[in-house]
């Protein structure tokens, strides 16, 4: 097991036990917390860390960003609000209640 591990703050954490995180397994909950939550620095180095291609690859399998994250994703990483899973999802459900 791989023990490396991004130089992030705990801040986007909050809620769980940071030091359990196993961040290559987890990459995908890692970046959805880091990009929602985490600070400019912590933002930066998930970039370094899983590097640019891992990011654009994973990130859009998120099941959730807030507005600002995903605006922000789609110019880092030239991707546009229908690429995201999450994005997908949302326009599903309220569709339903569009006539």
Known sequence: MTTARPNISKTAFWDVNF???NFQENSIFVMNKVFNYGT???IVE???FYGLDRVKKEVIQSSYFKGSALSFLCVMLDLTEEDFTSYQQR???TSTWNY
Request: charged content about 40%.
């Open 40 to 42: 400019w620095s912590d």
């Open 19 to 21: 030091e359990n995180i």
């Open 91 to 93: 326009q599903k459900r």
């Open 46 to 48: 998930t970039f370094r």
